[in-house]
């Protein structure tokens, strides 16, 4: 038996949330796990899954699925991260909390292998100090303090070059930070669309994207169909997208809602630099 993060069975949470016994989930899983396909079990194994019909059994067959992903994807995680080293009590808490994939692979994103990073090869060369002082005192002089840090060496030729790699360390970080990576993801499902232009002189040669020369959407309106014509359509270099973080016309002047998360998430303060 698989048992979730909150300690209740892939079963138990289906029937939560489907609102119906987990006795009847249990005997949904065995015949789908058996091979039965749902039309069937909906038409005949109707005294087996107390009367469960097709949209339930639809539902329970597709979130079965996901939480048995996501468990295995959670198994998978828990031991990169512990070979690594980096596994305590409290990061693996996280984890184990973590109710869906994209919760998990945000709170992983700092422990997955990767090529190496300009924010990485800024670290090679000494400039984390000059991060840490930068964002922990907004009342420093940047280029005064980046020219400490300069070091033909290490690749760092001038204050410039150094203010830099202190940039990439920090957008990395920024960028790694799960629960801001969460709060930022659904503001902009909530809030954003999806823009797509026809590309100068490809009118009459993509006319079977016309629907789209001038079109906008909300995410949260957008059909999978439609998404996927838009991105056949700039495959084709036909269309070009864009996606637009706010609704049209809202976009307020200074820092964006966005860059504002940041700053509240990192106690950064606007200095107007």
């Not at 980096?86 to 109710?99: M, N, Q, S």
């Not at 919760?103 to 984390?128: H, M, N, S, V, W």
């Amino acid at each position: 038996m698989i048992v979730t993060a909150t300690g209740t069975s892939v079963e138990g949470r289906i029937a939560e949330e489907l609102g119906v016994q987990e006795r009847q989930v249990k005997a949904a899983v065995d015949l789908l796990d058996g091979g039965a396909t749902v039309p069937f079990v909906a038409r005949y194994r109707k005294e087996a899954t107390g009367a469960l019909d097709d949209a339930q059994l639809r539902t329970l067959e597709e979130r079965l699925r996901y939480l048995r992903e996501l468990e295995e994807r959670r198994t998978a995680v828990l031991e990169s991260v512990r070979s690594q080293g980096k596994l305590d009590a409290a990061l693996e808490a996280r984890i184990r909390e973590a109710d869906s994939k994209a919760r998990l692979e945000d709170i992983y994103l700092p422990f997955k292998p990767k090529r190496r990073t300009k924010a990485q090869i800024a670290r090679e060369a000494g400039l984390e100090p000059l991060a840490e002082g930068l964002l922990s005192d907004p009342g420093v002089e940047p280029l005064a303090a980046a020219a400490a840090f300069v070091d033909a060496d290490k690749g760092v030729a001038d204050p410039a070059a150094a203010l830099e790699g202190a940039r990439a360390i920090l957008t990395e970080r920024f960028a790694e930070d799960a629960d801001l990576i969460g709060e930022l993801r659904e503001r902009m499902w909530t809030r954003g669309r999806l823009v797509a232009k026809v590309r100068s002189g490809k009118e009459e040669a993509g006319a079977k994207f016309a629907d789209y020369f001038d079109f906008a959407e909300p995410f949260t309106e957008l059909p999978s169909h439609r998404v996927l014509a838009m991105l056949r359509g700039e495959k084709e270099e036909v269309l070009d997208l864009v996606l637009e973080p706010e609704p049209a016309g809202e976009a307020a002047a200074g820092p964006s809602a966005y860059e504002q998360a940041v700053a509240r998430r990192f106690g950064v303060a606007d200095r107007g630099r």
